[in-house]
């Protein structure tokens, strides 16, 4: 049969006229009417999606008020908050917890993305770009790698702590641990190397090698 639908769980999928959907958990699914290929594990996981498709949500309240289409959260709370937001993938405790319109967002790790409303982003590492609200096409990977960014748009930072402290700043690049950890609002940096330009807070430097700059302000 074509129809494929299974359940299992108070108020788990009651609704539900679309095809190839799976609902394990209390109210998993609970809104679903005509939204197809969605996989819901765990309690409240999926609980307003209406028409949307393919999403694939694990944990609980794994994307709760989602109403857009092909997102997978894994965890607990991943993307709880999300809305209409598309082509999102979040993987840990609370990875992307309150996007809510972002698209094409990709969060791994405890914590990453959590605050982020904006589209674009890729954050792999605990708390990376956590605090990111409407900053775009930012990449940070590592242990808190840009944790604190917040309206900064195009940066690339990779390494634990690097461009820790940065708010505003846009268009850096950072690799290694603490490289330009200090930028707050400086863009255009460029630093390579670990703790290169660490305490720099300006902008259109150039630092390459392990500690090149670390004094530089």
Known sequence: DAVTRVSFGHLAMPLATGVNNTAFGNSA?????????????????LRSLTTGVSNTAVGYSALRGATGSRNTAVGYDAMEQNTTGSDNTAIGLSASRYNTTGSQNTAVGSGALEF????????????????????????????????????????AAMGYLAMEMNLTGSRNCAMGASASRDNATGSYNVSFGKDALRSNLTSYNTAGGMASAISVT
């Open 29 to 45: 699914l609970q809104n679903l009417t005509t939204g197809t290929n969605n996989t819901a594990v765990g309690m409240y996981a």
């Open 116 to 155: 982020n409303t904006s589209s674009d982003n890729t954050a792999v590492g605990y708390q990376a770009l956590q605090n990111n609200t409407s900053g775009a096409l930012n990449t940070a990977v590592g242990s808190r790698c840009m944790p604190n960014n917040n309206v900064g748009s195009r940066n």
